[in-house]
Nanobody, 116 residues
């Protein structure tokens, strides 16, 4: 299977920036898309951004223009650069990969807290 290790969360003031990283290991040849989701307290998990192996990207409307997703196929990594952070971006951020025929794999989550 595939294992995911996330890093880069933390506490930042509104208007600041953070960069999340996710490294995949194991049967990485099964990976199709990679992406980031987030879950705030009392809310459902929601899509933040995804990227295909060919570099096609998709963003939630709430983060367009502020967040940038990128991938490194050689390292089996996906990154999320988050700029102009807002308090409403506070959530646990989860790395996600979609595997051929085997569904989704999730990371353990990393906390992002934006203070006002």
């Amino acid at each position: 299977q595939v294992q995911l290790v996330e890093s880069g969360g933390g506490l930042v003031q509104a208007g600041g920036s953070l960069r999340l990283s996710c490294l995949a290991s194991g049967s990485v040849f099964l990976i199709n898309d990679m992406g980031w989701y987030r879950q705030a307290p009392g809310k459902q998990r929601e899509l933040v951004a995804t990227i295909t192996r060919r570099g096609g990207t998709n963003y939630a409307d709430s983060v367009k223009g502020r967040f940038t997703i990128s991938g490194d196929n050689a390292k089996n990594a996906v990154y999320l650069q988050m700029n102009s952070l807002k308090p409403e971006d506070t959530a646990v951020y989860y790395c996600n990969v979609k595997l051929t025929l085997l569904g989704d794999v999730w990371g353990q989550g990393t906390q992002v807290t934006v203070s006002s």
